[in-house]
């Protein structure tokens, strides 16, 4: 009898704390959801936003136009830039490549592109490093004109014409040397950089509304794809858990681990990547970002303007409240 009451009283505390779990992330989630909105009605939000538990979907929302003449409102469906989220998608090609044992991390990148001149550049600098960021290079859009962008065998001739290596090669955002690993894929898969991307993660995921951009970003994308992409990261549908948790560790003290971000925040594992652009003395402007908190969590939001409210304010907003009280 008694041993049978004990069993009750340790089944009915656990209920009651995940009652008081429930009931903290529906308050977290109404918070949420007023935020938007009255960002929304603000005129300053304009895009998607899904947030999920595990696989369970708790919001899903549109918000704001996708115009500036307020014509044409965002739908949940709707495809929005990417930007440098992109970026992660690259990282998973190498690591699938790497795990394939036809790239070592730890090779210079000369070892696999042979037309590299510069020496420190053929001899010196890693997969790993360009990977994280701390290759040397810099970003092209100094010595590029619009006609480059968004071309990657252009880019990648003008990046080994054009770019230096810089001596401190700690940590430095680099797409110059995401430019270089998109190049790696091509030569080492022999497809080129779309076609791999397409055939071994979106086509896996079944992510038939994203559209791919280059090695270092662009494209656009839906709340849903980014979600079944969420769920493949988490269930290890493209990686194996060991490879994938060596690109969620930090390279470099500076919240970057292999092609993703990586960031604690009130005690709370958080991994993904942002993206983002503006048209300069304009609202126009991607800022998108998928977050992933302590491997349950999801939130994604893609904005086509005001980039300040969707990739600073809003994303942080959300985070904050869903890692606060150790709600996440």
């Not at 071994?200 to 662009?218: F, H, R, V």
């Not at 292999?258 to 048209?279: A, D, M, P, Q, S």
């Not at 304009?282 to 980039?307: C, H, K, M, Q």
Request: net charge neutral.
């Amino acid at each position: 009898m008694e041993r049978t009451c004990v069993l009750l009283m340790f089944m009915l505390s656990g209920l009651l704390g995940y009652t008081q779990q429930l009931g903290q992330r529906g308050e977290s989630i109404s918070k949420i959801k007023k935020y938007l909105s009255q960002q929304a009605a603000k005129d300053s939000l304009h895009g998607t936003v899904l947030i999920a538990d595990g696989d369970s979907i708790l919001v899903r929302e549109a918000y704001g136009y996708w115009d500036t003449e307020h014509t044409q409102r965002h739908s949940p469906v709707g495809k929005i830039g990417l930007a440098s989220m992109g970026k992660m998608f690259t990282g998973i090609s190498i690591m699938q490549l790497a795990s394939q044992g036809k790239i070592d991390l730890d090779k210079s990148i000369g070892t696999y592109l042979q037309d590299i001149k510069n020496r420190t550049l053929r001899n010196q600098v890693t997969i790993k490093e360009l990977l994280s960021h701390r290759s040397g290079l810099g970003s092209y859009w100094g010595y590029t004109t619009e006609s480059d962008q968004g071309n990657l065998d252009r880019l990648y001739q003008l990046i080994l014409e054009k770019e230096k290596v810089k001596k401190n090669r700690k940590f430095s955002y680099s797409n110059s040397g995401f430019i270089l690993l998109g190049k790696l894929i091509e030569v080492i898969s022999g497809m080129t950089y779309e076609q791999y991307v397409k055939v071994n993660i979106l086509k896996p995921l079944k992510m038939y509304d994203t559209e791919i951009g280059i090695s270092d970003g662009g494209g656009n994308s839906t709340v849903d794809d980014l979600f079944k992409f969420s769920m493949g990261l988490r269930n290890h549908q493209l990686l194996s858990e060991q490879s994938f948790d060596a690109m969620i560790q930090d390279q470099s003290n500076n919240n970057y681990g292999l092609g993703f971000t990586v960031e604690i925040r009130n005690n709370h594992k958080i991994y993904g990547h942002r993206g983002g652009f503006y048209i300069e003395n304009t609202v126009i402007g991607v800022a998108s970002g998928l977050e992933i908190v302590n491997d349950s969590l999801t939130v994604i939001i893609l904005t086509n303007r005001n980039p300040g409210m969707g990739g600073g304010d809003a994303r942080n907003f959300m985070l904050n409240v869903l890692t606060d009280n150790q709600d996440g």
